[in-house]
């Protein structure tokens, strides 16, 4: 599988590491009234759909960035790349 | 009481040798050091490259060679190595100019180099390494970051058939038998 890089073009996914569901960009503001719940969803709950998936992708065998991968869970078709940071 | 003196070992204790028309040999270089832009200081960080090496930052994958053969490449968008193969000034005026802008870690031990020169040279990496070599793509100067065998490399192109490998020095035994066995199954 390859994937787009942003910046650095197309690279094997063999440099990469799968890092998870994209969701953990957004953390839980542990001030808010249910944020047991919402650190609950946040640390043990994915959806894991059949389709399309926003996935971190962190790129250790290259320039270290973490890329936010849309990819298709069935086709494996990759959708979009974006650098985490910019997103 | 006598005054002891350490000497470094290279990784590969200067290894050289020639399998199927390719010359494998250790790079040899005097120091290796990291730099790190620290966030928002990209502008200061140009500046001071260029006083301290007398050439420009180069963009992502792209290296310099200044004019005492210090040799400069950015691996990412705020990470940068310089080799200094032999500049006998570099630790004394060249790395304290540098710390005035960018984080820097020195990495001497923790690389070793692999020259890797010959006709059949890209026969001989496209077994192991996953990257386009095509110069369209990868071009005298470029230098990329990648996984070969397994094993972290970067991979500096020098010319159109003679490269520059930089694998982790713990691991350099594996790297180079990796290297020996791909040019001997050409």
């Known amino acids: 599988m390859l994937i787009d890089h942003p910046l650095l073009g197309l690279r094997d996914s063999s440099e990469f590491i799968y890092m998870g569901d994209a969701k953990l960009l957004n953390r839980p503001n542990w001030k808010s009234q249910n944020s047991m719940t919402k650190f609950i969803d946040y640390g043990y709950l994915r959806k894991n759909p059949a389709g399309v998936h926003k996935e971190l992708w962190y790129h250790e065998q290259g320039d270290r960035s973490w890329l936010v991968v849309t990819r298709n869970t069935v086709t494996h078709e990759i959708l979009k790349v974006e650098l985490a940071r910019e997103t | 009481m006598a005054k002891i003196v350490l000497k470094r070992e290279k990784p590969l204790n200067g290894y050289s040798k020639v399998i199927n028309k390719i010359e494998i040999a250790e790079y040899k270089f005097d120091s290796l050091i990291s730099l790190a832009i620290p966030l928002k200081r990209e502008r200061k960080c140009k500046l001071n490259f260029k006083n301290s090496l007398g050439e420009p930052m180069p963009s992502i994958e792209n290296s ?69 070599l095509s110069q369209k793509i990868f071009a005298i100067g470029d230098v990329k970051r990648t996984i070969m065998d397994h094993l972290n490399v970067i991979i500096f192109r020098e010319t159109e058939k003679k490269f520059i490998l930089f694998s982790p020095s713990s691991s350099s035994g594996s790297f180079l038998k990796s290297i020996e066995t791909s040019s001997r199954n050409i």
């Open chain 2, 64 to 132: 310099i060679i200044s004019k005492s053969g210090i040799l400069g490449f950015r691996i990412g968008l705020d990470l940068l190595f310089i080799c200094n193969p032999s500049h006998s000034s570099f630790a004394k005026k060249t790395v304290p100019l540098l710390k005035q802008a960018f984080y820097i870690t020195d990495q001497t031990g923790g690389w070793c180099g692999v020259e890797v020169d010959g006709d059949r040279v890209i026969e001989m990496l496209e077994r192991i390494c996953p990257l386009n």
